[in-house]
């Protein structure tokens, strides 16, 4: 198995939560919605912070690039942490304009950073990372979330 193919599964995972806290909410199901939401944003974090935390610094030490698509991609989980807290805050008062407004925003931002990550970074981790340890941090990390 990859280094990263804990997280590309993960993506897969985070994509079907996030379907089901849109669903419920546009459909007014605000338990339901809470409830998957409240999923998402758990599941979302945990990815986030095992990329910033785990595989961005190791592909940062092993390549010295320190200021490249890392970068990048952390400045995509601020925004993308941004849009959360929007949706949160709508789900708070029931106000499913703003909450599908931030999500319709949020899904196009997500859809195009695991595409990047999927088919630039996480490629360049597994060249990078082969033999380390990293893969199974971040498969331990993904599976006691
Ligand atoms: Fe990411
Ligand atoms: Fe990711």
């Not at 997280?7 to 409830?35: M, P, R, T, V, Y």
């Not at 630039?120 to 006691?144: E, F, H, Q, T």
Request: with cysteine; glycine share 6%; charged share 20%.
């Amino acid at each position: 198995m990859s280094t990263t193919a804990p997280l590309f599964q993960h993506h897969k995972h985070c994509d079907e939560i996030f379907a089901s806290a849109e669903d419920a909410c546009a459909n007014g199901e605000w338990a339901a919605g809470e409830k998957a939401f409240a999923l998402l944003l758990s599941q979302l974090e945990t990815h986030f912070t095992s990329e910033e935390e785990v595989l961005f610094p190791a592909f940062e030490a092993a390549t010295g690039m320190t200021s490249g698509p890392t970068e990048v991609m952390r400045g995509e989980h601020r925004q993308m942490r941004d849009l959360l807290a929007q949706m949160q805050g709508a789900l708070a008062v029931r106000d499913s304009d703003t909450f599908g407004g931030a999500a319709e925003t949020l899904l196009i931002l997500m859809q195009q950073h695991n595409m990047k990550e999927e088919n630039i970074l996480y490629p360049m981790c597994d060249n990078a990372l082969g033999a380390s340890d990293v893969g199974a941090s971040l498969a331990a990390r993904l599976k006691s979330s």
